[in-house]
């Protein structure tokens, strides 16, 4: 099976419970929705940039779309170079190519962490058995100006035994209302998950949110999760992808 992908690099997880970790990153083109505080690129092109040798920053163009044979060798080549914790499938939104993951999981020699924005269950259902970790979004309507409780609903009933955590992006205009509904969307779904509250890094007209805001925010979850982390984007603050 063949698919486009738009780069493969090898970096630390910036971002949640993982933060910290040495992955390699595996970046799909395309996502479902379009979230305002997006910085990435993931429009599908006729290149994919592989870095061939972990954390050198030299790439080399391959052209897609690429093989999940192809996919694989390159991958377990740099996990054979360097150790990294998993590969994480990112984008864009990695369960449009569900298909794809299902061929090339098999043929990783490492775990499997899949970055989503927690919408799209069925394709989650048909590759939950091959991903090791999840972390998750729920995205708040102001954000993304639609309301998708239904789905983040489902896909949290679904991962709820993995080993997963959600992530809710928050800035200066996020709503108390709104965000006491996820809250207790978490309560009622996956009461055990842990919560990551991840300030805004400001983008697209929203600005971070105030020392204080994130506390009250931390706070008034912390009344219905037993676990409740305010973790910033890392990666960012130290320059790298």
């Not at 698919?3 to 390699?24: A, N, P």
């Not at 060798?73 to 794809?100: C, I, Q, R, W």
């Not at 091959?130 to 993304?144: E, H, R």
């Not at 209302?177 to 055990?192: I, K, T, W």
Request: proline residues 6%; contains cysteine.
């Amino acid at each position: 099976m063949d698919d486009s992908i738009i780069e493969i690099f090898s970096s630390v997880q910036g971002e949640g419970k993982y933060i910290g970790m040495r992955q390699l990153f595996l970046r799909f083109p395309g996502c479902n929705i379009k979230c305002r505080f997006c910085d990435t690129d993931f429009s599908a092109t006729s290149i994919c940039h592989m870095e061939m040798i972990p954390g050198s920053g030299n790439f080399e163009e391959l052209p897609n779309p690429l093989s999940a044979e192809i996919i694989a060798a390159n991958l377990n080549d740099m996990l054979a170079k360097a150790h990294h914790h998993s590969v994480s499938l990112t984008g864009g939104e990695p369960l449009l190519h569900a298909d794809f993951i299902r061929a090339l999981a098999p043929l990783l020699h490492a775990p499997l962490f899949l970055e989503t924005n927690g919408t799209l269950y069925h394709e989650m259902k048909s590759v939950i058995d091959m991903i090791s970790y999840i972390s998750m979004d729920i995205k708040l309507p102001s954000v993304t100006g639609k309301t998708l409780w239904s789905e983040h609903r489902r896909f949290l009933e679904l991962v709820y035994r993995k080993d997963a955590y959600v992530k809710i992006v928050v800035a200066e205009n996020t709503s108390n209302e709104e965000f006491l509904q996820a809250v207790h969307l978490m309560a009622e779904s996956s009461p055990d998950t842990l919560l990551v509250l991840q300030p805004v890094t400001p983008f697209g007209g929203l600005t971070a949110p105030s020392a204080m805001k994130l506390l009250d925010f931390q706070a008034r979850a912390l009344d219905l999760l037993p676990e409740v982390r305010v973790i910033p984007q890392a990666h960012r603050m130290m320059g790298l992808l």
